[in-house]
């Protein structure tokens, strides 16, 4: 308990710090893609939604972004995509014909 309120004192307060695990590293900042760039990463989408690791080498050098950037923007496109066409399969809860509780609860008897 003393090293603990000691620890304290000095400064080090955060969790991390007091039981002496390494600080977290720093995220990296979002990318802006140009207009261009998503121009040219949507054409490529549209042939293959799963390119190659040499394909995205080269996607990435011809854009002049890391082959990080461009892999993990495959991922989050191929995830939109997937989220899409889960919500358009959804039938519209919105639409649906509205209760007649009279006649929904008759049904509902045994016979």
């Not at 000095?10 to 039981?19: H, K």
């Not at 972004?65 to 939109?80: G, I, L, P, S, T």
């Amino acid at each position: 308990m003393a090293e603990a309120e000691a620890r304290h004192r000095s400064g080090m307060q955060n969790l991390t710090e007091f039981i002496g695990s390494e600080p977290s590293k720093k995220r990296k900042r979002r990318t802006s893609f140009t207009p261009q760039a998503l121009e040219i990463l949507n054409s490529h989408f549209e042939k293959n939604t799963h390119p190659s690791g040499q394909e995205m080498t080269e996607i990435a050098e011809k854009l002049n972004y890391d082959r990080e950037v461009v892999r993990v923007w495959f991922c989050n496109k191929r995830q939109a995509l997937k989220n899409t066409i889960k919500r358009l399969k959804q039938p519209d809860l919105g639409m649906a014909a509205p209760m007649d509780p009279l006649t929904d609860s008759l049904e509902e008897l045994p016979k």
